[in-house]
């Protein structure tokens, strides 16, 4: 299936629960929990339910039965009968009390500031932890774990009733699971009075604020009563690989989203850099037919349907005859990683849905297995190629935002793409440094995080996956990603209003000058040549953008009246011919000046840039402009001073603070969503 069909599929299912319909049902099936399914519980709080099957309820009990029968015929069991680890040489009949103290060696992790909110950032991501509980009641429906219904349904209890264990962020190596982690799901499920939950207020309760408790008093207001876990039931909470998978789950969610929008930003790109659609030839690829290559090209191709900026290619053209390669090769930087999300996708999928615990009951064969599935390598090797991902993409997002920025390669656009006189006004170039920082510190998160596995645990624990930190890493570059791509669109919303300004600019001048040179110089015999002198015109216009406006314009006459007496000189000039080449030069100086303050002004009220756009392009715009009301930025006149009445003016970050917001809430997604509508992908 293609990247984009998979990204819509998920879209859908989250615009369905954004607007509070559906339920997440759990089975245990194969294949039944799915990306969208994680994120909508995890972060808007959808409402889960069990299955109500008797099939369900039946492969729970004959997994405890199973497990009891072996037990009766005195049979060791790992971690039901014997210690854990590098001592499970030792054995006891204590069943409770020894999941007690798998519980109790575990939740060790360090949590400053608990009971209070201070601690959060040395917790795990609330989101995290309910993805967690989700795919472990998800795990242990599947009847491998011998675990009771009844904790099964105490922790999707306390997800309706958004209660959530205050996990440490950091202490599980995802070797025999994440241990740790899971540890504080299983004090939740006990009613530890020492283990502290978030419970988050419903709406309809707005005027409570949110609060962090104990589990034992957080189950007690909920009335949930807590439970006493049985043989094996600890371990079987605590061995598998579920916050892993979540964070995954969430990251890799996150990416797909980025990879469409770097997508559509990259259109946006060619528009402000005036750059060729055929970069993006079907025929290009068909040469060269990876998939991701060759659906990466049909979007971009698609998403620039209808521009009146973007350009075919041209056999004789002024400059480069071709764009830079963070235009030029976006396809092939792109697809690979659109191909790598993809396997990411069926690894993290196949993990959401499988059993992750150690042992496992074979309630068919009549048997347990001592294996290693809680070994999280897989959502690692996911994780790997997401960050690498993230990484190429944020490098093509610096290197076409620092293209625009720039004038010396960004086509005729202001430096920093200044509206104001650019010896005073330098919009973009702290952007531009930004980048740069983003950038660097999204390279050193992409540093492989496997090569870094220690022995653990008597070095029973020799090779151990690191897939939550490989995780928590990735979502750190998304986030990093995110905000690169918000600095990104904020430039191209700014360079695509100083295009348009341009367009209307060259609208409004060409028939003036047209006329005027054709009132000066009919009788001379270059009379007919002005589509000569024009394109000197726009060449010298887009040469002189360094220049304050005034100097601009007079630079830009006088290139154009030396061309002019130069072609005279050729002919045989006469005096007066020398008259009407001075005429000509002051008037074009007056004509230019004039035109450039008047269509100044009405563009400040009335930006013309949506109709020089694509149908795709310009939802995101519009979402920019007219959604979240991030306005063109028009030079030192926008800057915030204590003395100012005007309460509307923002900084240059806060404005790109709101896209970023936007993108990360998922508020951009309609945008998104209308965008490649737009563009009539049906992949």
């Not at 998978?245 to 469409?260: M, R």
């Not at 400059?319 to 092939?332: H, I, S």
């Not at 870094?452 to 570059?477: D, G, K, P």
């Not at 896209?659 to 951009?668: C, K, L, V």
Request: glycine content about 6%; charged content about 20%; some cysteine.
């Amino acid at each position: 299936m293609a990247h984009l069909a998979e990204v819509r599929k998920s879209w859908a299912f989250y615009e369905k629960h954004l607007k509070g319909n559906g339920m997440v049902v759990l089975d245990g099936e194969k294949n039944s929990l799915k990306l969208a399914q994680i994120v909508v519980v995890s972060r808007l709080s959808s409402e889960t339910s069990l299955l109500q099957s008797d099939s369900i309820s039946k492969r729970v009990q004959e997994s405890i039965d199973t497990l009891e029968s072996h037990l009766r015929n005195g049979e060791d069991v790992y971690g039901v009968n014997t210690g854990c680890g590098g001592n499970a040489n030792t054995r006891t009949e204590k069943l409770e009390m020894l999941q007690k103290a798998f519980l109790q060696h575990h939740q060790a992790g360090i949590l400053p500031g608990t009971p209070g909110l201070n601690g959060c950032n040395y917790a795990l991501p609330l989101d995290v932890v309910r993805g967690a509980i989700l795919i472990r009641c998800n795990s242990l429906l599947r009847g491998h774990s011998a675990v009771r219904m009844e904790v099964i349904e105490l922790l999707r209890q306390a997800l309706n009733c958004n209660i959530t264990p205050l996990i440490p962020l950091r202490g599980s190596i995802s070797a025999s699971g994440d241990l740790s982690p899971l540890s504080y799901i299983g004090g939740l499920v006990e009613g530890n009075p020492d283990i502290f939950v978030h419970v988050r207020q419903n709406e309809a309760n707005a005027t409570e604020r949110d609060k962090v408790v104990s589990a034992a008093d957080a189950l007690h207001q909920s009335n949930i009563t807590p439970l006493t876990l049985k043989a094996k039931e600890a371990l079987g909470v605590m061995n598998g690989t579920a916050p892993s998978a979540a964070a995954a789950a969430l990251t890799l969610y996150d990416t797909n989203n980025l990879t469409i929008l770097t997508q559509l930003l990259t259109a946006m790109a060619t528009e402000a850099l005036l750059g060729s659609v055929d970069n993006y030839h079907d025929f290009i690829s068909q040469c060269r037919p990876h998939t991701g290559q060759m659906e990466v090209a049909n979007n971009i191709r698609s998403f620039l349907i209808g521009s009146q900026l973007s350009r075919k290619m041209h056999f004789k053209q002024q400059g480069l005859v071709q764009d830079r390669y963070a235009l030029r090769t976006a396809p092939q930087w792109i697809g690979p990683q659109v191909e790598d999300l993809l396997a990411a996708n069926c690894q993290i999928t196949t993990e959401l849905n499988s059993s992750t615990d150690n042992p496992l009951i074979d309630v068919p064969g009549d048997r347990f297995h001592h294996g290693g599935n809680f070994q999280a390598a897989s959502v690692t090797s996911a994780m790997e190629k997401t960050r690498t991902a993230l990484v190429m993409l944020g490098r093509l997002v610096v290197s076409q935002c620092q293209e625009i920025i720039n004038p010396s390669t960004n086509k005729g656009l202001p430096p920093n793409l200044c509206l104001d006189n650019p010896s005073l006004s330098f919009t973009c170039k702290g952007i531009d440094i930004n980048m740069s920082s983003y950038f660097s510190e999204l390279a050193f998160l992409s540093n492989s995080i496997p090569s870094h596995v220690h022995t653990a645990e008597m070095n029973n624990q020799s090779v151990n996956s690191l897939a939550l930190i490989a995780a928590r890493y990735a979502a750190q570059s998304a986030d990093i990603v995110t905000m690169m791509c918000a600095a990104h669109l904020y430039v191209l919303c700014q360079a695509l209003d100083l295009r348009a300004l341009e367009k209307d600019f060259f609208d409004a001048i060409k028939p003036c000058l047209s006329s005027l040179f054709d009132e000066l110089f009919q009788s001379s015999g270059v009379a007919g040549n002005f589509e000569n002198v024009w394109s000197l015109i726009t060449t010298s216009w887009h040469a002189h953008s360094e220049s304050d406006i005034d100097s601009r314009c007079e630079k830009v006459s006088k290139h154009c009246a030396h061309a002019i007496f130069d072609d005279l000189m050729s002919t045989g000039a006469t005096p007066s011919l020398y008259v009407s080449v001075q005429k000509w030069k002051s008037s074009v100086t007056s004509v230019l000046s004039q035109a450039h303050e008047r269509t100044h002004h009405q563009f400040t009220m009335h930006p013309s840039t949506p109709d020089y756009l694509a149908l795709s392009t310009k939802e995101i715009y519009l979402f920019v402009r007219q959604t979240l009301r991030v306005p063109l930025h028009r030079g030192l006149v926008d800057h915030p001073e204590a003395s100012d009445s005007d309460k509307t003016k923002k900084t240059i970050g806060t404005n790109i603070t709101q896209i970023y917001t936007a993108i990360s809430n998922g508020r951009i997604t309609g945008a998104l969503q209308k965008a490649t509508q737009e563009a009539n992908l049906t992949s």
